[in-house]
């Protein structure tokens, strides 16, 4: 278990261009994109037990973030 959050730009650094101007011509890249951050603050704040949820809502939580970053690296790497 890591208590580090994953932001984008630091796990995509080199892509950090793409992310802003994906985000700023296309709305459902940006809703995607917050989506992640919000899913990876209720990750960060369940694994640091700031926010304590069950196992079984820390793994869906992990899951959904992972689904998100695939989604996203998707996109920025077309």
Do not use: C, G
Request: glycine letters at 0%; a negative charge; hydrophobic letters at 35%.
């Amino acid at each position: 278990m890591s208590n580090t959050p994953h932001d984008l730009y630091e796990d995509f650094p080199e892509k950090a261009e793409a992310i802003h101007a994906l985000k700023a011509r296309d709305t459902h890249f940006a809703k995607m994109v917050e989506e992640y951050h919000e899913v990876n603050r209720a990750v960060h704040r369940a694994e640091t037990r700031v926010e304590p949820v069950t196992p079984e809502h820390e793994t869906e939580l992990r899951q959904r973030r992972l689904r998100l970053k695939d989604a996203i690296w998707k996109q920025i790497s077309a």
